[in-house]
Protein backbone atom coordinates (compact mmCIF):
# COMPACT_ATOMS: atom_id res chain seq x y z
CA UNK A 1 0.00 0.00 0.00
CA UNK A 2 1.63 3.28 -1.50
CA UNK A 3 1.83 5.68 2.01
CA UNK A 4 3.16 9.70 2.06
CA UNK A 5 4.29 10.55 5.28
CA UNK A 6 4.84 13.83 6.64
CA UNK A 7 6.77 15.43 8.99
CA UNK A 8 8.15 18.85 10.53
CA UNK A 9 5.13 20.80 11.41
CA UNK A 10 4.95 22.66 14.74
CA UNK A 11 4.71 26.54 15.85
CA UNK A 12 7.02 28.76 14.83
CA UNK A 13 7.24 32.51 15.26
CA UNK A 14 6.86 34.95 12.16
CA UNK A 15 9.69 34.84 10.45
CA UNK A 16 10.91 31.66 11.17
CA UNK A 17 11.68 28.63 9.13
CA UNK A 18 10.51 24.98 9.04
CA UNK A 19 11.50 22.29 7.09
CA UNK A 20 8.46 19.43 6.07
CA UNK A 21 9.26 15.99 5.34
CA UNK A 22 7.52 13.41 3.31
CA UNK A 23 8.55 9.98 2.83
CA UNK A 24 6.74 8.02 -0.29
CA UNK A 25 7.15 3.90 0.76
CA UNK A 26 5.65 3.38 -2.38
CA UNK A 27 7.78 5.05 -4.82
CA UNK A 28 4.94 6.94 -6.75
CA UNK A 29 7.15 10.27 -6.33
CA UNK A 30 9.42 8.44 -9.03
CA UNK A 31 6.74 8.03 -11.64
CA UNK A 32 5.36 11.52 -11.83
CA UNK A 33 5.65 14.31 -9.24
CA UNK A 34 5.58 15.57 -5.84
CA UNK A 35 3.60 18.37 -4.23
CA UNK A 36 2.55 20.05 -1.24
CA UNK A 37 -0.51 21.45 -0.49
CA UNK A 38 -2.10 23.14 2.41
CA UNK A 39 -5.54 24.34 4.06
CA UNK A 40 -6.20 26.95 6.29
CA UNK A 41 -9.16 26.37 8.51
CA UNK A 42 -12.44 27.54 6.46
CA UNK A 43 -10.97 27.65 3.48
CA UNK A 44 -10.04 25.42 0.02
CA UNK A 45 -6.74 23.12 -0.16
CA UNK A 46 -4.81 25.17 -2.33
CA UNK A 47 -1.09 24.53 -4.07
CA UNK A 48 1.88 25.52 -2.59
CA UNK A 49 4.85 23.64 -4.55
CA UNK A 50 5.62 20.84 -7.15
CA UNK A 51 8.77 18.76 -8.52
CA UNK A 52 8.80 16.67 -11.14
CA UNK A 53 10.92 13.39 -10.06
CA UNK A 54 12.72 12.93 -13.54
CA UNK A 55 13.52 16.76 -14.62
CA UNK A 56 13.34 18.68 -11.97
CA UNK A 57 11.24 21.21 -12.72
CA UNK A 58 9.67 23.00 -9.97
CA UNK A 59 6.26 25.29 -9.59
CA UNK A 60 5.34 27.23 -6.97
CA UNK A 61 2.43 29.64 -5.99
CA UNK A 62 2.58 33.16 -6.17
CA UNK A 63 2.31 33.64 -2.31
CA UNK A 64 4.94 31.48 -1.63
CA UNK A 65 7.85 32.09 -4.51
CA UNK A 66 11.08 33.31 -2.68
CA UNK A 67 10.45 32.19 0.45
CA UNK A 68 9.62 28.12 0.15
CA UNK A 69 12.04 25.60 -1.96
CA UNK A 70 10.76 21.65 -2.70
CA UNK A 71 13.41 19.73 -2.82
CA UNK A 72 13.96 15.79 -2.81
CA UNK A 73 16.28 13.37 -1.84
CA UNK A 74 16.11 10.10 -4.41
CA UNK A 75 18.00 7.68 -2.22
CA UNK A 76 15.26 7.71 0.54
CA UNK A 77 12.11 8.56 -1.25
CA UNK A 78 11.90 11.94 0.48
CA UNK A 79 10.45 14.98 -0.31
CA UNK A 80 11.21 18.04 1.16
CA UNK A 81 9.52 21.60 1.79
CA UNK A 82 11.60 24.35 3.24
CA UNK A 83 9.94 27.46 4.28
CA UNK A 84 11.63 30.85 5.16
CA UNK A 85 10.59 33.93 6.29
CA UNK A 86 7.00 32.17 7.13
CA UNK A 87 3.72 34.72 7.83
CA UNK A 88 0.74 34.22 10.05
CA UNK A 89 -0.89 33.93 6.74
CA UNK A 90 1.36 30.44 5.72
CA UNK A 91 -1.10 29.19 8.59
CA UNK A 92 -2.55 25.82 7.74
CA UNK A 93 -2.39 21.96 7.18
CA UNK A 94 0.03 21.24 4.80
CA UNK A 95 -0.49 17.82 2.89
CA UNK A 96 2.16 16.27 0.47
CA UNK A 97 1.05 14.77 -2.26
CA UNK A 98 2.11 12.17 -5.21
CA UNK A 99 1.00 11.37 -8.89
CA UNK A 100 1.22 11.67 -12.71
CA UNK A 101 0.17 14.72 -13.48
CA UNK A 102 0.33 16.16 -17.51
CA UNK A 103 1.79 20.11 -17.64
CA UNK A 104 -1.97 21.41 -16.96
CA UNK A 105 -2.80 19.71 -13.75
CA UNK A 106 0.15 19.49 -11.76
CA UNK A 107 -0.49 22.48 -9.81
CA UNK A 108 -4.37 21.41 -9.03
CA UNK A 109 -5.27 18.72 -6.66
CA UNK A 110 -6.69 16.46 -9.39
CA UNK A 111 -2.88 15.93 -10.94
CA UNK A 112 -2.61 13.61 -7.96
CA UNK A 113 -3.64 10.38 -6.67
CA UNK A 114 -1.71 9.44 -3.19
CA UNK A 115 -1.91 12.01 -0.33
CA UNK A 116 -0.48 11.86 3.22
CA UNK A 117 -1.94 12.77 6.54
CA UNK A 118 -1.28 16.72 6.82
CA UNK A 119 0.87 18.13 9.39
CA UNK A 120 -0.06 21.61 11.04
CA UNK A 121 2.26 24.43 10.61
CA UNK A 122 1.63 27.38 12.59
CA UNK A 123 3.07 30.87 12.38
CA UNK A 124 2.25 33.09 15.74
CA UNK A 125 3.82 35.27 18.16
Known amino acids: QVQLVESGGGLVQPGGSLRLSCVDS????????AAWFRQAPGKEREFVAA????????YYADSVKGRFSISRDTAINTNYLQMNNLKPEDTAVYYCAAGRPNTSTITTMRGYTTWGQGTQVTVSS
Open 51 to 58: RRWTTGAT
Open 26 to 33: GNTFRSGA
